[in-house]
């Protein structure tokens, strides 16, 4: 498949009541027959292997009797919980037209005393640092965006013309990718037709392949 996202690694931490401890997350893609390929997001923390589909539900992969004494857990379904994650995101930034890397950086917090924002996304840039609270990548780098200064943009998934979300409560991280239906999902302008066009995968916001385009307003489903 063209531009198959790749598996990519970057550096982030876990902290509980225990202290904290630096960890190295992974995305690795994968594919099921029939479906939209997806990815897993995946880490070691304090020897136990942990993985999930999305931040809010990563735990240990496989199944360690172990992880309940050194890992903050939740009592039913066993993901992290009661902690603190971060991560520093990969991410073109492009600034007066000349593009460079960058990290977005995520920190969130799963510590029941949060608050109702549990996520804050930063990025530093040029001796200054824009930061949102949000929900979601969806709404954060959205007001991350508006705060850069005129002439800066991020470069990825989230701001090309082939990238979009479902009209309904999504992840925390995690988008859809169109390239391989760009005039069907391009015409689409009411909502419950974005059902119809196949997604070719789910990829992280910050993710960017060659097939990028600059998205503009008022095509396809976000506008």
Known sequence: MEDRMRAWSFPGSYEDGR????????????????????????????????????????????????????LSLDDRFDALTQCRLTGELPCTVAVSGVRRAEVVRFTLDLTPDAQ???????????????????????????????ALPEGTSLVCCYTCL??????????????????????QYLAVRAEPDIWNVPATETVPETYLCSQYRVRIPGTGYRG
């Open 162 to 183: 082939y990238a979009d979300y479902p009209p309904v409560s999504g992840p925390i991280m995690g988008m859809r990718c169109y390239r391989e239906a760009k005039e």
């Open 19 to 70: 202290g904290r401890v630096a960890i190295k997350w992974r995305i690795e893609p994968f594919a099921v027959a029939g479906w939209a390929g997806g990815y897993e997001i995946s880490t070691v923390v304090r020897g136990i292997p942990l993985s999930g589909g999305d931040l809010d539900c990563i735990e240990p992969d496989p199944p360690d009797p172990r992880a309940r004494t050194v």
């Open 116 to 146: 109702r924002d549990t996520l804050r996304l930063s990025l530093a840039l040029n001796g200054a640092t824009y930061e949102t609270d949000c929900h979601a990548f969806e709404t954060g780098l959205r007001e991350l965006i508006t």
